[in-house]
């Protein structure tokens, strides 16, 4: 089946300091990548829609200088928190969805990364 | 405004028995349901998923049933077992935009 790799799982960093996440499709194309975050027991929240080679659709109130999103190839994106505050402190999850090998691959969740800002 | 709603925090079975989680929805555009198995720090596992025009799908001991008039759908899972204690989540497809949309989660455990 299909594959999201997700790097790093977990992540420290000083406030401040600006801080990357990778999610790569591993055995197929991914055409479209949707990131969330999470906040303890809460919902996986929606932050942003992007279509590789376009830029990223955010949703309402998230702050899209912020968080960075790139989807420069069909296997690669990248979000990037910069200007870390300990409120962006969560668990970033990323989903893929495009083809490979002649089948369609919908919604493949990598494996999360849980950001502390301290 | 939540437009998928779990309205049951947690559960708690017996293994043996049967689980029942339910979820609601607003949106009359989604088109397409499914259900995510969730642990601590990890991301959501597929379990099973319903097109809106369907009223019911099953997949080994699980079965998600629809009902469109109420906006309402199920995920039963039988008979439960202790590997299944874990977060599920709900989600809905815009059927225009392709996003997903969570529910809240219900934690569901199943005790030996």
């Known amino acids: 089946g299909a594959v999201v790799s997700q790097h790093p799982s977990w992540v420290i960093c000083k406030s401040g300091t600006s801080v990357k996440i990778e999610c790569r499709s591993l055995d197929f194309q991914a055409t479209t990548m949707f990131w969330y975050r999470q906040f303890p027991k809460q919902s996986l929240m929606l932050m942003a829609t992007?279509?590789?080679?376009?830029?990223?659709?955010?949703e309402q109130g998230v702050e899209k200088d912020k968080f960075l999103i790139n989807h420069a190839s069909l296997t690669l994106s990248t979000l990037t928190v910069t200007s870390a505050h300990p409120e962006d402190s969560s668990f970033y999850i990323c989903?893929?969805?495009?083809?490979?090998?002649?089948?369609?691959?919908?919604?493949?969740f990598g494996s999360g990364t849980r950001l502390t800002v301290v | 405004d939540q437009q998928v709603k779990q309205n049951s925090p947690s559960l708690s079975v017996q293994e043996g028995r049967i689980s029942i989680l339910n979820c609601d929805y607003t949106n009359s555009m989604f088109d397409y349901f499914l259900w995510y198995k969730k642990y601590p720090a990890e991301g959501p596992t597929f379990l099973i998923s319903?097109?809106?025009?369907?009223d019911k799908n099953e997949d080994g001991r699980f079965t998600v049933f629809l009902n469109k008039s109420a906006k309402h759908l199920s995920l039963h899972i039988v008979p439960s077992q202790p590997g299944d204690s874990a977060v599920y989540f709900c989600?809905?497809?815009?059927?225009?935009?392709?996003?997903?949309?969570f529910g809240q989660g219900t934690t569901l455990q199943v005790k030996p």
């Open positions: 992007s279509n590789e080679g376009s830029k990223a659709t955010y």
């Open positions: 989600a809905a497809r815009s059927g225009n935009t392709g996003k997903l949309i």
């Open positions: 319903i097109s809106s025009i369907k």
């Open positions: 989903s893929a969805r495009g083809r490979g090998r002649g089948e369609y691959y919908g919604y493949t």
